[in-house]
């Protein structure tokens, strides 16, 4: 966990919860309907320029957004948060 619940940790979450969801790269960034060059890239620091994809990778991985980025621990979203950014299902 950070030392600052402000300090973004999104690498170090997100290689941590797609081992714990056991999803390669491919697989999420299939299920999350993105370029896997992107996700690569989250992987080894370079931060998402769009609130869309954060929120289709914290759909598919089951956490909140704040648990992805921030590291700071809350339920996760409900469905129809995810309604709002996409009319068809994006899991």
């Known amino acids: 966990m950070s030392s600052n619940p402000r300090d ?3 690498e170090s979450n997100l290689k941590r919860l797609l081992i714990r ?7 999420a ?3 999350a309907q993105i370029n896997k060059s992107s996700l690569h ?3 080894n620091g370079v931060l ?3 609130l869309v994809l954060l929120v289709k990778l914290s759909h598919i991985l089951e956490v909140s957004l704040d648990e992805l980025v921030f590291d700071v621990a809350k339920p996760p979203c409900t469905p129809c ?3 709002w950014f996409s009319k068809k299902p994006i899991c």
């Open 81 to 83: 948060v995810f309604k």
């Open 48 to 50: 998402p320029q769009g």
């Open 29 to 31: 960034s299939k299920k």
């Open 21 to 27: 969801k056991n999803l390669s790269l491919h697989k």
């Open 41 to 43: 890239n989250y992987l």
């Open 8 to 10: 973004i940790v999104l």
